[in-house]
């Protein structure tokens, strides 16, 4: 009878998070080196920025990070401190909040974001155009609930 520890998925799984957490490591590195940018800031701010109107409830932007709203509102108000997003209420509603990017944010985002891009671009060399929209669907897949 077969080990549940030898389960094949199990190891597809670990194979997954192993190269995630490589590459974050080396993502995070040279985000900090180069554009001197924590890589949870840059995501952040880079989900801020690509958001309409270059802002984000707060609500949201914690469901989008899997953080606690508590988690996040501690990262934003370092961010919000080094001046790159602002918060703003909602006119609608005063209980809303919004993460907005200021002219600075986006001025450091978009350097960082070129950086990044670089970086992955290295990391995904070798990989054909058919290879990487092959890994989106099935990253999609898994992004299903």
């Known amino acids: 009878m077969p080990r549940a520890i030898d389960d094949p998925l199990i190891t597809t799984f670990g194979r997954l998070l192993e190269a995630f957490s490589g590459m974050e490591r080396r993502l995070a590195r040279t985000l900090e080196a180069e554009a001197?940018?924590?890589?949870?800031?840059?995501?952040v701010?880079?989900?801020?920025?690509r958001s309409p109107e270059e802002r984000l409830m707060m609500s949201e932007l914690s469901a989008q990070l899997a953080l606690t709203t508590g988690g996040v509102t501690r990262l934003v108000d370092r961010i919000v401190e080094a001046g790159y997003l602002e918060r703003v209420p909602a006119p609608h509603d005063r209980r809303v909040?919004?993460?907005?990017?200021?002219?600075?944010?986006?001025?450091?985002?978009?350097?960082?974001?070129?950086i990044h891009a670089a970086e992955l671009h290295?990391?995904?060399?070798?990989?054909?155009?058919?290879?990487?929209a092959r890994l989106d669907k099935l990253l999609d897949r898994l992004r299903q609930p």
């Open 36 to 43: 001197d940018l924590p890589l949870t800031w840059f995501e």
């Open 45 to 49: 701010l880079l989900r801020v920025a």
């Open 97 to 114: 909040i919004w993460a907005v990017v200021t002219p600075q944010g986006h001025d450091v985002v978009e350097r960082a974001a070129a």
């Open 122 to 132: 290295e990391i995904f060399d070798g990989f054909s155009g058919t290879d990487l």
